[in-house]
C-alpha cells in the first residue's frame, strides 16, 4: 500500500511540476526567453548541474545553443552536425539518449569534464524533429526512466509552446514587414523622377529585406541585356562589372522564367558570374526577383546578404511585391518624362500652328496692295523704245510682281485649315487627359486645376486632335494670367439652346480662371486679328487659333471678363 501511495505521489509530483512548467513557459511569446524558461525549469525539475537547448538551422543544417545554463561560455558557438554527438544523435533518429556513464559512450562530445551522465530528448514541432533538450549531472546514473518521460512529457509540451511562439514571431515579422512595405510603396509612388525612383526602391529594399547590398537591372531596348540601373551598398568593383547577357546570365533566368531565384552561396556557385567581385566585397546569399509590369518582366530586383541566409517563403513574397510596387513606379516615371515631352511637342505645334496662321494674314495683307500694284503697273502700259534699257526694268518688275503673287497664294493655300474629320468624341475625357498632361506645369506655376464635369455629358461630333489643341491653348493661356497663382476652373454642362427644347442641343465648356481679367478693349479685339494683341509674353495667337478651330466645329466662343476679377472662355459646340 506504501509503495502505490508513493507511486500516485510521484506522479502526482510529476503532474504539478509539468503545470508549473507550463504556467512559466506560457507566460512569454519571446521564442528565445521561452528557450530558456524551458531549460531552467528542466535542469531544476531533472535535479541537473548543467544543460542545453539546441535548435536546428534551417539555413546550414547545423545544431546550434539557443539556450544554456551551467554550460561554459564558449560552449554557446558550438555548433554540431546531425548525427555528431550524442545531441546529434538524437536529432537524427528522433529517439531519446539515457547515458549513465557518459566516458564510456563514444557518441558524447566533452564540454564539461565533470558530467558523469546525460539525458537527452527529441524536441518535435509537428512531427519533424527541430532540436534537442539536454540535462547533464556530475552523478553517475542520475537519471531515471521516470526523469525520461518526465523530460519527453516537459519537451512535448515545450515543443508546443514554441510552435506558437514562432508562428507569433513571424505574424509580428510580416506585420512588420507589411508595414515596412507599405511604406516603401509611398515613398516609391510618391517619387516621379526616374532616376531618383530607382534609388529609392535600392534603399528601401536593403532596408527592408535586411540585405548588405541591392541592385536593380533593367532591360535595354533590345530586350537583350540588363544594364545596372541604381544600386545601394556596392562597390566600385561592383559597379564597373559589364553588362549581362539575358541568355547566358543568371539574372536573365529571372527574366526569362519571370520567376524568383535564390543561390545560397553566389561565391561557389557555377553559374553567377564575377563570383570574385562577390567573394572579394562579402556577396554570400542571392535573392533575385523579376520587375513585372502587365505581365512582362522590365528587369530584375535583388538583395544580397553577407552571412548564409535562406529566404522564406513569406520574405519572398514580400521582395515580388515590392518589385511589382517599383515596376509600377518606374512605368509611372517613365511616362511621367514622356508625358513632360509630350506637353512641350504640343506647346512647339501650338507655335508652328500659330506662325502659319500668321504667315497666312500676312499674305492676305499683303495680297490686296500687291493687286492693287499690279493693277497699276498694267494700267501705265510702259513701253520703251528699243534698246531703251527701261524697257528690260519694266519687264523685271512685271516678273517680280508675279513671282510675288504666286508666293502669297502659295502661303494661302498651305494655311488654309484643312476641314475636320469629324466623329464622335467625350470632351470629359479630353479635359481630364489635357489635366494629365499640363499637371506639372500648372504645379509650377502653383495653379490649382479643379475640373467640375457633367456626368452624363452628351459627345459632340469632332475631331479630337483640333479639338485637344484648342482646349490646350486655353488652359494654357489662363495659366499666364496666373502669374502669382490661382485656381483654374473647367465646367462641363449640357445646354439646350434655344431655351424650352427638352433634349441638350449644345455642350458648353468653361475655362474659368483667378487672373489678372481683360479691359472692354482688350476683350473686343482678342479674336479679332492674329496681327494685334495684348499680351506683354507670347504671341497672342492661342486665342486665334481657339477661335478658327471652334468655327471650324460649327460652334462658337464667349468670353467674360472684367479687370482684376479674372477671366471665363466658354467653348460652345453642338452635340
Known amino acids: 500500500m506504501s509503495d502505490e501511495l508513493a507511486e500516485l505521489k510521484a506522479r502526482y509530483d510529476r503532474l504539478n511540476l509539468l503545470y508549473q512548467v507550463g504556467n512559466v513557459i506560457h507566460s512569454t511569446l519571446d521564442p528565445q526567453e521561452a528557450l530558456q524558461l524551458i531549460l531552467e525549469e528542466a535542469v531544476r525539475v531533472m535535479r541537473a548541474s548543467s544543460g542545453s537547448t539546441v535548435l536546428l538551422n534551417p539555413t546550414n543544417d547545423f ?112 506585420v512588420g514587414l507589411f508595414e515596412s512595405l507599405a511604406s516603401v510603396s509611398q515613398t516609391i509612388n510618391s517619387t516621379l523622377n526616374l532616376d531618383d525612383a530607382l534609388k529609392v526602391i535600392t534603399r528601401e529594399a536593403s532596408v527592408l529585406m535586411r540585405a548588405k547590398m541591392c541592385a536593380l537591372k533593367l532591360l535595354d531596348e533590345t530586350d537583350g541585356y540588363l544594364d545596372l540601373r541604381a544600386s545601394f551598398g556596392a562597390s566600385e568593383a561592383y559597379l564597373r562589372q559589364p553588362r549581362l547577357g539575358v541568355e547566358e546570365s543568371l539574372l536573365g533566368i529571372v527574366v526569362r522564367r519571370k520567376k ?57 513574397r514580400i521582395l515580388s511585391a515590392l518589385a511589382e510596387l517599383s515596376a509600377i513606379a518606374i512605368q509611372k516615371a517613365r511616362l511621367y518624362e514622356r508625358v513632360v515631352d509630350v506637353e512641350e511637342q504640343l506647346r512647339q505645334n501650338e507655335k508652328l500652328s500659330a506662325l502659319g496662321l500668321l504667315a497666312a494674314e500676312v499674305a492676305h495683307e499683303i495680297r490686296n496692295p500687291l493687286t492693287v500694284m499690279k493693277m497699276l503697273y498694267h494700267s501705265l502700259d510702259l513701253k520703251f523704245p528699243a534698246g531703251d534699257p527701261r524697257a528690260k526694268d519694266a519687264r523685271i518688275i512685271g516678273e517680280k510682281l508675279e513671282h510675288l503673287n504666286k508666293i502669297v497664294e502659295q502661303i494661302l493655300d498651305l494655311a488654309r485649315t484643312t476641314e475636320p474629320q469629324m466623329a464622335p468624341v467625350n470632351l470629359n475625357e479630353l479635359i481630364d487627359e489635357l489635366g494629365l498632361l499640363i499637371r506639372h506645369k ?82 473686343q479685339r482678342v479674336f479679332s486679328s492674329l ?45
Not at 83 to 110: C, F, H, N, Q, S
Not at 272 to 282: C, F, H, M, W
Not at 547 to 557: M, T
Open 260 to 316: 524568383p531565384l535564390q543561390i545560397e552561396n553566389v561565391q561557389t556557385s557555377s553559374r553567377y558570374q564575377n563570383v570574385e567581385v562577390a567573394r572579394s566585397d562579402g556577396l554570400i546569399t542571392l535573392l533575385s526577383v523579376p520587375l513585372l509590369f502587365s505581365g512582362q518582366a522590365i528587369g530584375t530586383l535583388s538583395v544580397y546578404t553577407g552571412q548564409p541566409y535562406n529566404f522564406s517563403n513569406e520574405e519572398i
Open 442 to 523: 500648372l504645379k509650377n506655376q502653383n495653379v490649382l486645376l479643379e475640373r467640375k464635369l457633367h456626368a452624363q455629358l452628351p459627345m459632340v461630333m469632332g475631331e479630337a486632335t483640333q479639338l485637344e489643341q484648342a482646349f490646350l491653348n486655353l488652359m494654357l493661356n489662363a495659366a499666364e494670367a496666373m502669374p502669382q497663382g490661382g485656381t483654374l476652373t473647367v465646367i462641363s454642362r449640357a445646354v439646350c439652346w434655344p431655351r424650352g427644347i427638352s433634349r441638350p442641343t449644345h455642350v458648353s465648356v468653361d475655362f474659368k480662371d483667378t487672373g489678372q481679367g481683360m479691359s472692354a478693349e482688350q476683350r
Open 63 to 174: 545544431l546550434e545553443i539557443h539556450a544554456s545554463l551551467g554550460l561554459p561560455t564558449a560552449a554557446a558557438q558550438l555548433k554540431l552536425r546531425v548525427g555528431e554527438g550524442l545531441t546529434g544523435w538524437v536529432a537524427r533518429t528522433g529517439k531519446p539518449a539515457r547515458v549513465g556513464d557518459v566516458r564510456a559512450d563514444p557518441r558524447y562530445i566533452m564540454l564539461r569534464p565533470e558530467v558523469r551522465s546525460e539525458l537527452a530528448v527529441p524536441l518535435e514541432v509537428q512531427g519533424e524533429v527541430r532540436g534537442v533538450i539536454n540535462v547533464d549531472s556530475e552523478r553517475p546514473d542520475a537519471f531515471s526512466a521516470e526523469d525520461e518521460e518526465l523530460l519527453a512529457s516537459l519537451a512535448g509540451q515545450a515543443a508546443r509552446v514554441i510552435h506558437n511562439t514562432w508562428l507569433y514571431e513571424q505574424l509580428r515579422l510580416k
Open 531 to 575: 496681327l494685334h494683341t495684348s499680351k506683354t509674353k507670347g504671341t497672342g495667337l492661342g486665342l486665334a487659333i481657339v477661335s478658327r478651330i471652334v468655327e471650324s466645329h460649327r460652334g462658337r466662343v464667349k468670353i467674360k471678363s472684367r479687370a482684376g476679377t479674372g477671366t471665363t472662355v466658354s467653348v460652345i459646340l453642338p452635340v
